[in-house]
């Protein structure tokens, strides 16, 4: 087990500890034994822990036997069991969406430059730039102009819903960003199977304004005499995939533009 999460190799006839396992060795036993268990989980990415990522519990019904005497044995209070498991579930999934992320921005920058090539307006693309290589916390990614002139800030999130959904994380600031920025839109990238090839490939699915999905954005909760604050960081947001406008929100040559916070 150990060998196959990468924590032990062998040279001949000599075992050697990773790094990560002798780091790990250092911790008191319980707390080793929880750590161990969450990398061995979080690194096999197993299918049925990312299906867990989006609930609040655990479908133990879905848990290999293996998995859940190991759990059993480890954690007496089934509460600490669920909440490793979902902390695991989320983590995978947030290693898959954030592979997904590069891919997703290669996807839309290029599907901008075919915008602005297909408009004949080879002259402006120079001007499509991935601002998220420079900066990853302006509250968008993309920087590019359309045919008509017009420049466009675009947020690119990489969805792995199921086929109808769509779902992404938010950050706060990507959210005050949009709110705040007429010319600001969200354009989702979906992997779908691609026959020519028979291989998945990153496709620009549809985008959306602040207004498609502010009414899912938390608030924070109200000041409790001064004693109690919160303010709401990330969130992630669940969308029909019929809410997304198709295509980008670019613009071509002598097209009308769309009202400001449509």
Same mark, same amino acid.
């Given at each position: 087990?150990?060998?196959?999460?990468?924590?032990?190799?062998?040279?001949?006839?000599? %075992? $050697?500890?990773?790094?990560?396992?002798?780091?790990?060795?250092?911790?008191?036993?319980?707390?080793?034994?929880?750590?161990?268990?969450?990398?061995?989980?979080?690194?096999?990415?197993?299918?049925?822990?990312?299906?867990?990522?989006?609930?609040?519990?655990?479908?133990?019904?879905?848990?290999?036997?293996?998995?859940?005497?190991?759990?059993?044995?480890?954690?007496?209070? %089934?509460?600490?069991?669920?909440? /490793?498991?979902?902390?695991?579930?989320?983590?995978?999934?947030?290693?898959?969406?954030? #592979?997904?992320?590069?891919?997703? #921005?290669?996807? %839309?920058?290029?599907?901008?430059?075919?915008? /602005?090539?297909?408009?004949?307006?080879?002259?402006?693309?120079?001007?499509?730039? &991935? %601002?998220?290589?420079?900066?990853?916390?302006?509250?968008?990614?993309?920087?590019?102009?359309?045919?008509?002139? &017009?420049?466009?800030?675009?947020?690119?999130?990489?969805?792995? =819903?199921?086929?109808?959904?769509?779902?992404?994380?938010?950050?706060?600031?990507?959210?005050?960003?949009?709110?705040?920025?007429?010319?600001?839109?969200?354009?989702?990238?979906?992997?779908?199977?691609?026959?020519? $090839?028979?291989?998945?490939?990153?496709?620009?699915?549809?985008?959306?304004?602040?207004?498609?999905?502010? =009414?899912?954005?938390?608030?924070?909760?109200?000041?409790?005499?001064?004693?109690?604050?919160?303010?709401?960081?990330?969130?992630?947001?669940?969308?029909?995939?019929?809410?997304?406008?198709?295509?980008?929100?670019?613009?071509?040559?002598? #097209?009308?533009?769309?009202?400001?916070?449509?």
């Amino acid at each position: 087990m150990l060998a196959r999460a990468g924590l032990l190799t062998t040279q001949g006839h000599l %075992v $050697i500890p990773a790094d990560d396992l002798l780091a790990m060795a250092r911790l008191p036993v319980d707390t080793f034994v929880e750590a161990l268990l969450f990398k061995i989980l979080t690194d096999q990415r197993e299918a049925w822990l990312a299906q867990m990522a989006t609930t609040d519990e655990v479908r133990w019904e879905l848990v290999p036997y293996d998995v859940a005497m190991a759990l059993a044995s480890t954690f007496e209070d %089934v509460r600490e069991r669920d909440a /490793l498991l979902l902390a695991a579930a989320r983590e995978v999934d947030l290693q898959v969406l954030q #592979e997904f992320g590069d891919e997703g #921005e290669q996807a %839309v920058l290029e599907a901008c430059r075919t915008h /602005l090539r297909n408009a004949g307006m080879k002259h402006m693309l120079p001007d499509v730039a &991935q %601002v998220s290589l420079i900066d990853d916390t302006l509250g968008y990614d993309i920087a590019s102009p359309d045919a008509a002139g &017009q420049r466009h800030r675009l947020e690119v999130k990489a969805t792995s =819903a199921p086929p109808g959904w769509v779902e992404f994380f938010i950050s706060r600031n990507e959210a005050t960003v949009a709110q705040c920025d007429p010319r600001w839109s969200l354009v989702v990238t979906r992997r779908d199977h691609d026959p020519t $090839i028979r291989e998945p490939v990153m496709r620009v699915a549809g985008w959306l304004t602040h207004s498609d999905f502010a =009414a899912a954005l938390p608030a924070d909760p109200p000041v409790d005499g001064g004693q109690l604050r919160g303010r709401w960081a990330s969130c992630r947001i669940t969308i029909s995939a019929q809410c997304l406008r198709p295509g980008l929100p670019l613009r071509k040559p002598n #097209e009308p533009a769309e009202p400001a916070g449509r």
